[in-house]
């Protein structure tokens, strides 16, 4: 019989890119107590995922507080070094807090982290994004045009700032679309997340935007990036909005306003599956004063979504057109799980027996018998929305689609 660690090897060898399967493989190494050879697995993780926390916390593990042994001083962690070798920023999980007359260590979490979870500079653009023509097209015309040309914008009036919510279903690519803007504006992409925000401290919440702000400043020109902002800055008029939550929304508010020229080169963009939740306030000019709809992938951006996930698999007659043609509907994140899971019966098969059998079109049409669209409740929330509250036409984009998709 195959030993399991033997197979997931193959498999790893066979895809070194599925970050996933290596984290996978990473923990069965470091339950099978191969300690050097998990530590391997969780370096080659990090240079693909540099946020990777398992992985980060198994090649660098918390020192334990222990009196040293004889000889010279244990080797520390060079993180400017290791993030020089990942290509991306990342900070120390621990510090050493003292060392007692005993030389005795107490260490500790660091306190210092930056709220921010990711800072980077992007080098995709727009280009990169496959399909959703019309999508490019607004985002160029009502946001890009007028950054990349600032003489004329400054004679009209207009600064060096902007607000942009994209928004759509889940799992269609604001996240990367965002980052396709931070890379045409040549700036530094900073994203956070309801937990870099978010906390149970009174004041703390309200400091913490401020924080953001103040990073995102010193970085100028950057693209700050506020992925579920309706979670983050949700209605204030709701029954069950908190004053924590009414209190981040007016600290949100006046770091967007600004004071004099000080956000200039800042451009604020965020995401949210769910828009009519965001508070009205947020959405006055000046602030996210423009909306682009991202919709689920076309034909073209689905053929080029699943060519990107089947790329570096082992595959063998793969009809692209038939699985673009069947996917109608597929969110880039429903295509995702499509591919893993073909690959997943692939790879067991292929465990059975001790060697690498491609994925084929049996395997995607297995997959494609079980996976189905998983954009349809959010798809009848936006129906509700557009046929009782779009008086002000701010969703006129999204009944357009509707109506396309025969929804409404």
Known sequence: MTDPLDAFAAAVNAIPDDVDLRLRY????????????????????????????????????????????????????????????????????????????????????????????EVSRETMTLADVGGLEKVKKRINESFLEPMRHPEIAKAFGKTLRGGLILYGPPGCGKTFMARAIAGELNAHFISVTISDILDHFLGESEDNIRKVFERARALAPAVLFFDEVDAIGGSRSQSNSSVTQRNVVNQLLMEMDGFDSQNDGLFVLAATNHPWDVD????????????????????PAREAILKVHLRGRPIEGIDLAELVKRTHGFSGADLKHLVTSASEVAMMDSIRSGSVRPINMKDMRTALSEIKPSIAPWLQSAKNVVTFANKTGEYDELVEYLKEEKIL
């Open 280 to 299: 009205s306030a947020l959405k006055r000019p000046g602030r996210f004063d423009r909306m682009v709809l991202v919709l689920p992938p076309d034909a």
């Open 26 to 117: 990473m923990k069965m190494l470091a339950d099978a107590g191969r300690a050097d050879d998990a530590k391997a697995q969780a370096l080659e993780v990090l240079t693909r995922d540099p946020g990777a926390k398992d992985a980060l916390y198994l090649a660098y593990p918390a020192p334990q507080p222990v009196a040293p042994a004889p000889g010279p001083p244990a080797a520390t962690v060079d993180w400017a070094k290791l993030e020089a070798e990942i290509g991306s920023p990342i900070q120390a999980p621990f510090v050493l807090e003292s060392v007692d007359e005993n030389g005795i260590g107490t260490v500790h979490e660091n306190a210092n982290i930056d709220p921010i979870l």
